[in-house]
């Protein structure tokens, strides 16, 4: 598995995780907190940047009034 991969496997099932536990919208921060807990800490700017690409795939929604993230309902999400 290539690192991007890992990388981005990784991002989603923290994303996944923070949308069981709280029902509601994160931010990259929030993504970053929980992978330093976890011992397995990435830059600030490749979580963002994941953010971006799982927005542009239809994996999460971006909410400009908030400015936060929400896992997005159907098919890219459930992959």
């Given amino acids: 598995m290539s690192l ?9 099932h923290i994303i996944r995780e923070l ?7 994160m931010r990259p921060g929030d ?6 807990e976890l011992g ?3 830059g600030a700017w490749n ?4 953010f971006t690409r799982l927005t542009q795939q239809g ?3 971006f909410d400009a009034e908030s400015a936060s993230w929400r896992l997005a309902e159907g098919d890219a999400a459930s992959e």
């Fill in 4 to 12: 991007d991969k890992h990388t981005s496997d990784q991002v989603k």
């Fill in 19 to 25: 949308a069981e536990e709280r029902d509601s919208s």
């Fill in 31 to 36: 993504v970053l907190t929980r992978l330093r």
């Fill in 40 to 42: 397995r800490p990435l």
């Fill in 47 to 50: 979580i963002r940047a994941e």
């Fill in 59 to 61: 994996f999460l929604e």
